[in-house]
């Protein structure tokens, strides 16, 4: 992901990226989003729930006698694996694991690259892209026709 947006979303959601530039040793999150920037909105709409989930598991726990911020849920991952968005958080309060999968679920109709709807693709190594964003081998010779008869109706 590009770093302005990565950056962006850092901003944003501190409670998510709390981790966010802490040594590799620590936290995988050091690696930064390691998908592509078509799946930004996906991890936004993802954080804006989880920010809320982890406020919530804050407020509820900051006046427990061993509470330490530090082990607040936080975002451990975010990664592109068998083609498809894995968010991972360090602990799942009630919520996350909702979130977390229904990001995945987005994720596998929406192409990597631009954002686009896609679909699931490749063999080996997966990755859902759209009709543009994919290699040639990829696509099937039912989807070029679809996609030539579409782009023939909008120019005439």
């Not at 954080?47 to 406020?55: G, H, M, Q, Y």
Request: with cysteine; aromatic share 10%; net charge negative.
């Amino acid at each position: 992901m590009k770093s302005e947006l990565e950056k962006q979303l850092v901003k944003d959601f501190p409670f998510c990226f709390g981790d966010y530039g802490k040594d590799m040793k620590q936290t995988s999150i050091y690696w930064g989003c390691q998908c592509n920037d078509g799946w930004e909105p996906i991890i936004r709409e993802a954080c804006a729930k989880a920010e809320l989930v982890i406020s919530n598991w804050v407020e509820k726990h900051k006046h427990d006698e061993d509470f330490n911020i530090d082990f607040a849920p936080r975002l451990s991952q975010v990664k592109e694996k068998y083609g498809t968005l894995r968010m991972d958080f360090t602990t799942y309060p009630e919520g996350i694991d909702e979130i977390e999968m229904a990001a995945e679920k987005k994720s596998e109709t929406t192409c990597e690259t631009c954002g686009e709807p896609g679909k699931l693709r490749g063999q080996g190594w997966y990755y859902v892209s759209c009709i543009d964003h994919s290699e040639e081998k990829d696509l099937d010779s039912l989807e070029i026709v679809e996609e030539a008869y579409i782009k023939n109706k909008k120019e005439n």
